[in-house]
């Protein structure tokens, strides 16, 4: 059976991404984002995931010129482990974003500076209260 791993986030860095070169010349950066979970049970406080996320190359080179800590930022990539040995002799283990695909999420105004970015609305196809969907008996009625 073929995998399938995408990740797709949307939050804000942590710290500045810094660029750096592999020993063979290759532009890379690690960074942090914060990204708030969806729901919160009623009375408690909002959470928030802190997820690392490396980028490569030209991606690499674009996060660490246009972006900066506590801007937002639209990650699309896959989900990567990996383990090394500390120079204490200790196994450590990390989870990480390998990015593909780094976008901005805020957008300048008219004057220079940045602006929130709010998607459009989309629209309530069910507000008349009416659903086109029509209700099934059992499951022997499905068409598939």
Do not use: H
């Amino acid at each position: 059976m073929a995998g399938f791993n995408k990740v797709i986030l949307v939050g804000n860095l942590v710290a500045d991404p810094e660029l750096k070169q592999t020993a063979n010349g290759i532009a890379v950066t690690s960074f942090r984002i914060a990204v708030g979970r969806r729901f919160t049970r009623q009375g408690e406080t909002p959470q928030t995931d802190f997820i690392d996320i490396v980028c490569w190359r030209q991606t690499a080179e674009f996060v660490t010129r246009y972006f900066s800590k506590g801007k937002g930022i639209l990650v699309c990539g896959s989900l990567q482990t990996r383990s090394w040995t500390d120079k204490d002799n200790n196994k450590r283990y990390t989870t990480e974003v390998v990015a593909d695909e780094v976008t901005f999420v805020e957008k300048k105004s008219g004057d220079g500076s940045p602006k929130d970015y709010t998607p459009r609305e989309v629209p309530n196809y069910s507000s008349s209260g009416e659903s086109s969907f029509e209700d099934l008996a059992a499951d022997d009625e499905l068409p598939f």
